[in-house]
């Protein structure tokens, strides 16, 4: 069974920086982030295929950078510049069945998520 576990939340001071982490149990063809706030719909923030393609949301370009490591089973989320409208709770999510690995896919499994507040 495909596990996910996100760490690396908390707090940050406005244009401060802060990197998740998402430990899983299997590879997969894409590996993404998102968010959401309560209340409101979840957003598609970052994806990596398994060749390394990236693709963000127009938001958090320039500002976030997501990795892999597939030794040690970890995805990344870099955060700079961070904003208050980043606040949010993060997911890792693994294995799309779109054609494509993007934020705008549909994920298969999910983590529980870490909250980020930017104030």
């Known amino acids: 069974q495909v596990q996910l576990v996100e760490s690396g939340g908390g707090s940050v001071q406005v244009e401060g920086s802060l990197m998740l982490s998402c430990e899983y149990t299997?590879?997969?063809?894409?590996m993404g982030w998102f968010r959401q706030i309560t209340g409101k719909e979840r957003e598609g923030v970052a994806t990596?295929?398994?060749?390394?393609?990236?693709t963000y949301a127009d938001s958090v370009k320039g500002r976030f950078t997501i990795s892999r490591d597939n030794a040690k089973n970890t995805l990344y989320l870099q955060m700079n510049s961070l904003k208050p409208e980043d606040t949010a709770t993060y997911s890792c999510?693994?294995?799309?069945?779109?054609?494509?690995?993007?934020?705008?896919?549909?994920?298969?499994?999910w983590g529980q998520g870490t909250q980020v507040t930017v104030s």
């Open positions: 990596i295929a398994s060749g390394g393609v990236t």
């Open positions: 999510a693994s294995y799309t069945t779109s054609t494509y690995c993007t934020v705008n896919g549909h994920f298969v499994y």
């Open positions: 299997h590879n997969s063809n894409c």
